[in-house]
């Protein structure tokens, strides 16, 4: 398969989760236009599983495995992905590597078996308490929770929904917005970080249109606004 060639940020990406649906999802599709993407996980050994597996459907050696702190390390921005109940640990497993950096917070806080119903964490939000907990150095943002791990598979296809994206800093939103472009969809800006509770509350909610209507992947878009975003 022959990858996109495009103008991109001359960044490397860390997906730490990126063993599971969406954090792999997002670094195969980050690969594939042209990024150094390293896979994070707390055994190494799945992480690089993973990553051959997706070198093989890419066709060359574009990703790397490793553990999630040494990813971290060795990255320039920071995708994590994991699930709400892993949040506070990998976040204190990898602090010291974020400093200075841009993390982007896919996490959503799902309670099982109770998916398909909001969750308000004490910290409002996943995203939030991700920035309180890290600090001022490390510039956190929201972004890709209301992305279906179904399509992002598929780099054959464009993703047919927006990117809701929110944080404080202005530089660190557009770098976010960057990437959601690379991933082949339309990054949006959602606001300050505080804007993260509606934003990850969208996603249970689209869990339960999925079972709802027999659908695989539901997603959002912004109308309204111009082609290009």
Request: net charge negative; charged share 20%; glycine share 10%.
């Amino acid at each position: 398969m022959e990858r996109v060639t495009q103008e991109i940020m001359l960044v490397t990406i860390a997906v730490l989760g990126g063993t599971g649906k969406e954090g792999s999802g997002l670094a195969l599709r980050w690969a594939n236009s042209g990024y150094r993407v390293f896979i994070g996980s707390r055994a190494p050994e799945r992480a690089q599983a993973k990553a051959e597996e997706l070198n093989a459907q890419l066709g060359g050696t574009y990703i790397a495995g490793m553990s999630n702190l040494e990813a971290a390390k060795n990255a320039d921005v920071v995708v994590l992905s994991v699930p709400y109940e892993a949040h506070r640990a990998i976040l204190e497993e990898v602090r010291e590597a974020l400093g200075g950096k841009v993390m982007i917070d896919v996490t959503v806080p799902i309670i099982p078996p109770h998916v398909r119903q909001v969750f308000v964490p004490d910290g409002h939000s996943a995203s939030l308490e991700a920035q309180e907990f890290l600090g001022e150095d490390t510039k956190v943002v929201a972004a890709f929770q209301n992305v279906s791990a179904v399509h992002l598979k598929d780099i054959e296809h464009p993703v047919d929904c927006d990117v809701l994206v929110c944080g404080n800093d202005m530089d660190a939103k557009a770098d976010a917005i960057h990437l959601v472009k690379a991933a082949g969809m339309r990054g949006i800006d959602a606001g300050p970080l505080a804007n993260s509770v509606a934003v990850e509350a969208l996603t249970p909610v689209l869990l339960y249109i999925n079972r709802e209507y027999q659908v695989k992947g539901a997603g959002i878009r912004i109308t309204g606004l111009p082609v290009d975003g």
